[in-house]
């Protein structure tokens, strides 16, 4: 029964999350194996880093009683196993993968050590052409704009989660979420995790597996 995370896109700020307590409102998706509805069980309770200062969030978890397993529900302004904001990690992965600085300065503004940060980089362009070729699909699939592979995987990458996230902000709700929240979100929070795996992309209701590189 290992607890698989699922990523709503929660457009609060994180200030609002945080003052909810156990009391933060969340949706009910359905159970992403059975389709059945997953019942509220329980949470815990979490760190994130947002503007510098480490706060706790809770995390409700819902379960799913005919497949015996439990999801835990993240807010899309986390990602898996990261303390930091998804817009401080997209932050840092814009203007380093995008060329634009140096990981030091661009850790120095986000106010993270750039271990840290570099980290962030490195398993984001490890991954860049898997998730570029993702998330220009995910355009196509959402009506947006065909995106050629840009010059170096990292910028091809950004360029194509801004092109999904184009698209996506027609559709209701997306726009205010920032375009950090919603990869977060349609990655399951695993946009810069260890998977070996095409990310899942999943946009509202609808699911979406993209083509896994050549
Ligand atoms: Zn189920």
């Given at each position: ?38 019942m ?13 200062r ?15 397993v439990s ?32 990981v030091r300065p661009?850790?120095?503004r ?18 860049a052409?898997?998730?570029g ?5 995910l ?5 947006g ?6 010059a170096?995987?990292g ?53 979406f ?6």
């Amino acid at each position: 029964m290992s607890p698989v995370a699922i990523v709503w896109p929660c457009p609060l700020p994180v200030d609002a999350y945080v003052a909810a307590g156990k009391r933060v409102e969340f949706p009910r998706p359905d159970c992403l194996s059975c389709g059945g509805p997953l019942m509220y069980w329980s949470g815990y309770w979490r760190h994130v880093r947002a503007g510098g200062r480490c706060r706790k969030i809770f995390v409700p978890r819902l379960r799913c009683a005919p497949c015996r397993v439990s999801h835990a529900l993240l807010p899309a302004f986390v990602l898996a196993w990261r303390l930091d904001t998804a817009e401080t990690i997209g932050a840092v992965i814009t203007e380093v993968a995008g060329g634009a600085c140096g990981v030091r300065p661009a850790a120095a503004r986000a106010g993270v050590p750039h271990t840290t940060a570099r980290g962030w980089v490195r398993r984001f362009c490890g991954r860049a052409s898997e998730l570029g070729i993702a998330f220009a699909a995910l355009a196509v699939e959402l009506g947006g704009e065909a995106i050629r592979p840009a010059a170096g995987a990292g910028r091809f990458a950004l360029a194509a989660i801004g092109a999904a996230f184009g698209a996506a902000a027609g559709l209701p709700g997306w726009l205010a979420m920032g375009r950090w929240r919603f990869a977060s979100s349609v990655s399951g929070g695993k946009l810069i995790a260890a998977s070996k795996s095409s990310p899942f992309l999943v946009v509202g209701r609808r699911r979406f597996i993209p083509p896994v590189p050549p």
